[in-house]
């Protein structure tokens, strides 16, 4: 699988939109973008994920660029709730099977009252 | 109510001791992993399943030993052989089509007195 690359940390004030980048120069063409999310001392969540265009659902929206070298997340009206870290995974298969998620440090991201 | 359930949330072990987390599913998933996460670290796999009476090894399998008799159960014994076993331990499932979703469960502190 391809290695990310995130920001350690980035603020946010509540009620504005939250964009979280993430870098993935080495992404090759079969391997998925997905992004989950883990509030302290709890499972990481499933965000969403894609593979080439861009896709949206309740939660967020994801924006991958042309080249597919990189993508933002992008929380439209963040809360104090969504104060958590953010990872971002780009996922391959092989050998007909799913192999598991190589997660990186993440972004923390921190929603301001 | 469907997903992943992990029992107990918190255990407490003697050191030489071996001990058994539980990992349950419902979501008649193929696959289902083990991860562990040290303090302000991502998730490193130790085993995964891809189906019923096989497992293989993941990054950190050293100490771990796991069994795969049903589809929804996939537990994970610590044995005394692991160094630090003091973790959060996460387990996730998926199933095995181009493009499934891990998801994950809500975890089991492990602390090794």
């Known amino acids: 699988d391809a290695k990310t690359t995130q920001p350690t940390s980035m603020d946010c004030a509540e009620g504005r939109a939250a964009n979280l980048p993430c870098n993935h120069s080495?992404?090759?063409?079969?391997?998925?973008v997905y992004w989950y999310r883990q509030i302290h001392s709890q499972g990481p969540q499933y965000i969403i994920h894609g593979l080439k265009n861009n896709e949206t659902n309740e939660m967020a929206s994801l924006i991958i660029t042309e080249d597919r070298k990189s993508s933002t997340l992008i929380l439209p009206h963040a809360t104090l709730r969504d104060t958590a870290v953010y990872y971002c995974i780009v996922r391959g298969y092989s050998g007909g099977g799913a192999d598991g998620l190589t997660f990186g440090k993440g972004t923390h991201l921190i929603i301001q009252p | 109510d469907g997903g992943i359930t992990q029992s107990p949330k918190y255990l407490f072990r003697k050191e030489g001791q071996n001990v058994t987390l539980s990992c349950e599913q419902n979501l008649n998933h193929d696959a289902m992993y083990w991860y562990r996460q040290d303090p302000g670290q991502g998730l490193r796999l130790i085993y995964y399943?891809?189906?019923?009476?096989?497992?293989q090894k993941g990054d950190i399998a050293e100490g771990y030993s796991v069994s795969r008799e049903k589809k929804e159960s996939f537990p994970l014994t610590v044995t005394s052989a692991q160094k630090n076993p003091t973790a959060f331990y996460l387990c996730a499932s998926t199933g095995l089509a181009y493009g499934d979703t891990q998801y994950f469960g809500p975890g089991t502190r492990l602390t090794v007195l």
């Open positions: 399943s891809q189906i019923v009476n096989d497992f």
């Open positions: 080495t992404i090759s063409g079969n391997e998925y």
